[in-house]
Each structure stands twice: as C-alpha cells, then as structure tokens.
C-alpha cells in the first residue's frame, strides 16, 4: 500500500465488514461454552486434510455427521438458532432457499415462542449465525448450502 488514501479507503472497508449489510453478531461465552462439545463431534466428522492450495466448498458436503454427533451440535446451540438449524436438517436438498427454512420452523416457532411477531426475522438472522459458524454456505438470492450432513 504506497498511498494514505488507498490505506485509507482499506481500513473503512475493514471497519464497515467490507460492505456486508450487518456486522456479524457476537457470541457470549454462555453460548460459546455449549458449542465446545458439539465443535469437538465436528472435528472428528471431518476428514483429516493433508495440504490444499485452495479449499473446495463442495468438499465440505462430504462431512457426515452421526445421529449423536447431530444431537450434540443442536443441544449445544442456543433456542432460535437450535430451532433454526433443526429447519435446515429437515430440508432434503442440500441446497435451498430460505422460504423453505423459514416453512420448515414456522410450526415450530409458533410452538415455543408463541408471542413473537417476527419469525421471519429472527430465522433470518439466526441462518446468518449457522453461516458465521461454518454450518451453511450463503450462496445469494435467499439461497444458502449445509456444509455437512446429518
């Protein structure tokens, strides 16, 4: 970087999450600690990879999770994004659009937090939060990817 305002226009970008609409919702230690065991039954889903220039994203699909290992993520994470993720679990492709999560916890929503006027909103924002953890892969037009299966 040879000019002050190229170095600049950089750190603005830093600063800004270089032009994502919302900076990225922190974690509290609470909800970071009920993620340790089920990160760990991540680990040992993954394949070991030796070395790679440049990770494929369509490797990841490859990353099966056993029923117990998929029943320790969900108890680990917190109300919405649990019931959240359980509406991306039920979906059959790996591949799909946010209306159908959004149909998938609709039920559910209505079920545990019946006094909440903004389902819609809050499954949005907790789809970001699977992302942010790796779980999905947000491909655009309200369309994301798992990166795992269970």
């Known amino acids: 970087i040879s000019l002050a305002s190229e170095a600049a226009r950089i750190a603005q970008l830093a600063r800004?999450?270089?032009?994502?609409?919302?900076?990225?919702?922190?974690?509290?230690?609470?909800?970071?600690?009920?993620?340790?065991?089920?990160?760990?039954?991540l680990r040992t889903a993954i394949p070991p990879i030796r070395?790679?220039?440049?990770?494929?994203?369509?490797?990841?699909?490859?990353?099966?999770?056993?029923?117990?290992?998929?029943?320790?993520?969900?108890?680990?994470?917190?109300?919405?994004?649990?019931?959240?993720l359980e509406g991306v679990l039920a979906q059959r492709r790996d591949t799909f659009a946010v209306d159908s999560v959004f149909a998938a916890c609709a039920p559910l929503a209505r079920q545990r937090y019946p006094r909440n006027r903004h389902v819609r909103e809050k499954?949005?924002?907790?789809?970001?939060?699977?992302?942010?953890?790796?779980?999905?892969?947000f491909l655009g037009h309200g369309k994301y990817r798992r990166t795992m299966r269970a």
Do not use: M
Request: net charge positive.
């Open 16 to 41: 800004s999450g270089f032009g994502s609409r919302r900076p990225i919702e922190p974690w509290n230690a609470a909800e970071l600690e009920r993620l340790r065991e089920p990160v760990e039954g």
């Open 51 to 84: 070395r790679l220039r440049e990770l494929d994203p369509g490797r990841l699909l490859g990353i099966r999770l056993t029923s117990a290992a998929r029943d320790a993520l969900l108890e680990g994470l917190p109300g919405w994004t649990r019931l959240t």
């Open 123 to 137: 499954v949005r924002q907790q789809l970001q939060r699977l992302r942010d953890l790796g779980l999905l892969e």
